[in-house]
């Protein structure tokens, strides 16, 4: 049975609006479009200036998003150290209570039964852990801490691992930011779109229905017709820090959509070898030819990743 794979990009889904209007103009009074658009009252000279808007609310939300991703890639790069600092002192700290571990609650760290640390995955709550951790520090006298001999013999500077904690938090808020107005234009951007894109699916079962015979001739409009007889499902998949997973089956025509908040690094393939597409967090991209295996990495060492994507059962 025939079907449309329709776009889920906004770009991909103008373009497709776009390719059907200059079809519908190019012919004229032969247009096979005219009784269904007269007879559902679609006006598509009206669609496309509707999506000529929708489009610079789109450009405004890829420009906050670009900046909110750069604030979060500072984010991560301004609190490392500090991260790195406070699972170094942690691991001392529970080396010096081995005998009472869970003195280390204390602290703010979480810790099993059986002595195994865990610590929190969004940057607020280990911002928040580092903070706990290092006013417990300062709590003792000058001296008493009994952290204090490792910062002294590893010549530890908590005056700039705080600094550098204020400057990602100061990133962290910048992100906040521009991805709130990045929503803002999102929702403009479809208030606009998704009337106009209704109809563009309706014009696609319309001409699927015309050509019932012979569906392929679809395609001259800019629909991407498929006919298969296998199962498809949308894989949601999370992501670990660091981690990376490849996945096969994964359907040409259909979108993988970055769900997180960290970019994703996709590999043609079972490696990582060559230069990875890079999916920023909220962004999405059409599946094509030499994607149906694909690997992909959660670069980042703070946020967990997240991501859809339609693949052949």
Do not use: C
């Not at 604030?71 to 009472?100: E, G, H, T, Y």
């Not at 000058?142 to 908590?158: F, G, K, R």
């Not at 499902?233 to 820090?241: A, E, P, V």
């Amino acid at each position: 049975m025939a079907r449309n794979i329709l776009p889920e990009a906004f770009i991909a889904q103008q373009q497709l609006l776009n390719g059907i209007a200059a079809k519908h103009t190019a012919d004229g009074t032969k247009s096979v479009l005219t009784p269904f658009l007269t007879r559902q009252n679609i006006d598509l000279a009206k669609a496309v200036l509707a999506g000529k808007e929708a489009a610079v609310h789109e450009q405004s939300r890829l420009l906050l998003s670009g900046s909110s991703e750069t604030q979060r890639r500072l984010r991560d790069n301004m609190f490392a150290p500090a991260f790195a600092s406070l699972q170094a002192f942690v691991q001392f700290l529970k080396k010096l209570f081995k005998n009472n571990p869970k003195e280390l609650t204390q602290w703010g760290i979480t810790i099993s039964a059986t002595g195994k640390i865990t610590y929190p995955a969004s940057f607020e709550e280990r911002a928040k852990l580092f903070t706990t951790f290092i006013t417990k520090h300062t709590s003792y006298a000058e001296d008493a801490s009994p952290l204090q001999p490792y910062l002294t013999a590893n010549e530890v500077d908590l005056v700039k691992l705080n600094a550098s904690l204020i400057k990602a938090t100061d990133a962290q808020k910048l992100a906040n930011s521009d991805a709130d107005k990045a929503t803002v234009e999102t929702a403009l951007r479809d208030q606009l779109w998704l009337p106009v894109f209704k109809s563009v699916k309706e014009i696609g079962s319309y001409l699927l229905s015309l050509y019932s015979s012979n569906p392929k001739k679809v395609t001259a409009w800019g629909f991407d017709i498929v006919e298969s007889a296998s199962k498809q499902q949308l894989r949601t998949t999370t992501l670990k820090l660091s981690d990376k997973i490849t996945i096969t089956s994964i359907v040409i025509g259909g979108t993988f959509t970055n769900t997180g908040k960290t970019p994703l690094h996709l590999y043609k393939g079972k490696t990582t070898t060559g230069t990875p597409v890079i999916i920023a967090a909220g962004e999405q991209m059409g599946v094509v030819k030499g994607f149906s295996t694909t690997t992909i990495v959660n670069p980042s060492v703070l946020e967990t990743a997240s991501f859809t994507v339609l693949v052949n059962k």
